[in-house]
């Protein structure tokens, strides 16, 4: 799960979108895998535009309903289902916080953020055109999905999740190489985000993170 709290003109200024190249931006306290987010891509014209695009790549399983799969690890970029999207269609996530659980019966989840006040930051992610059906048996639907790319964990996340955490990118040197860079160029922006520069601001039951503050 993850968050974007901040307002449409802030995420417009962070990533430098001009206000015609951006849909109607509302607050997230929960983004959960399916639905719809925002994110940042290059437009066919070269300008930056913001879309709303449904989270996770689709993936069909046989007699089962398709898959949404939110994110991809850095040392599986060989895999069909990911190579052309990081080599061609990579797009920033913008996010204020994201969870994961620790424990079970309930789990509590916890909230990961750059700070108190969430300040707005990007996932690494990439994104594609999707056609075909999301349920079971569903209707033929065209989608633009997204998903982010993962890495081993720093210090702070491994007290929860001792595996993998986000890409996280803050600076407009790292949206631009990202965006425009070659993929050797974005692959080495892919390292784990310092522990000292983030912090949990929330630990509970609850699925949403609790902090409504738009910005």
């Known amino acids: 799960m993850r968050s974007m709290t901040k307002t449409r003109e802030t995420v417009g200024k962070l990533f430098r979108v001009s206000d015609n190249r951006m849909p109607a931006v509302e607050p997230m306290a929960g983004i959960y895998p399916a639905n719809d987010a925002p994110v940042v891509r ?22 089962k309903a398709p898959k949404p799969v939110t994110n ?8 069909p289902f990911w190579r052309s999207s990081f080599e061609n269609r990579r797009c920033l996530v913008p996010t204020t916080s994201f969870a994961e659980p620790k424990g079970r019966s309930p789990a509590i989840w916890h909230w990961f953020a750059l700070g108190r006040d969430r300040p707005l930051f990007a996932f690494a992610g990439i994104w594609r055109g999707f056609r075909g059906a999301v349920k079971k048996d569903g209707p033929m639907v065209d989608l633009a999905v997204h998903s982010f790319m993962t890495t081993k964990p720093n210090p702070l996340v491994a007290t929860v999740h001792p595996n993998r955490m986000p890409v996280i990118l803050t600076t407009e040197e790292e949206f631009d190489t990202w965006l425009n860079g070659t993929a050797d160029e974005a692959r080495a922006l892919v390292r784990s985000y310092p522990a000292d520069r983030m912090e949990i601001v929330q630990f509970s039951e609850k699925k949403v993170d609790l902090l409504q503050q738009p910005g």
């Not at 913001?50 to 989270?55: E, R």
């Not at 991809?72 to 895999?79: A, H, I, K, P, V």
């Open 72 to 79: 991809f690890r850095d040392d599986n970029l060989g895999s």
């Open 42 to 63: 290059m437009a066919e014209d070269g300008e930056r535009e913001v879309i709303l695009s449904s989270w996770g790549f689709v993936l069909p399983q046989k007699d």
